[in-house]
């Protein structure tokens, strides 16, 4: 049962992350001309509300973690809302363990830079406070604790883990 609560958060955590890559992460390497005014009205509104001047004026090294969200993450994020949403599916289980182990990567820059960083007060302002730092961290830590749960489960699950398990009971059937 408890597995399977995981699971059923593991695809709506891919599941979501479809159109927050499509329309609001991508903005930042795709020509504005290709996004509907809501979506960039959205991501504005975002950016004052929570003041995360990084979807707006993205620097080089937040770009090239949206480019590996678009070219490595993206295509597997329906793949993976798929196996989770059907659960069980072992075949997952190492292309869950890389994806966890580069998004969690990821995350500790970011966090770092949110937490450490004397953001500018314009053009885009960024946190000033502890108290909207660390709002704006809430925001970004979904993303690391769901694939470090992810992460977890893959190697702790015995469900998942193929280790003996599965290749065993697949040569008995030979």
Not at 82 to 95: E, N, V
């Amino acid at each position: 049962m408890a597995l399977r609560v995981l699971e059923i958060i593991f695809f709506l955590y891919f599941f979501s992350h479809i159109p927050i890559t499509l329309f609001i992460d991508l903005q930042a390497l795709l020509p504005a001309d290709l996004y509907p005014q809501p979506a960039k009205d959205l991501l504005r509104w975002y950016a004052e509300a929570f003041k995360d001047p990084m979807v707006l004026d993205p620097p080089v090294w937040f770009k090239s973690f949206i480019f590996c969200e678009a070219v490595l993450q993206g295509p597997f994020f329906p793949v993976a809302a798929y196996a989770f949403l059907k659960g069980g599916c072992r075949w997952i289980r190492t292309p869950a363990i890389v994806y966890s182990v580069h998004v969690a990567t990821t995350l500790v820059p970011i966090l770092a830079h949110i937490l450490l960083y004397p953001f500018p007060t314009g053009p885009h302002p960024g946190p000033q406070t502890s108290r909207e730092r660390w709002l704006l961290v809430s925001i970004y830590a979904p993303y690391l604790l769901v694939p470090l749960l992810l992460l977890l489960t893959m190697l702790l699950s015995p469900t998942y883990c193929t280790a003996g398990g599965g290749r065993a009971r697949a040569k008995k059937r030979s």
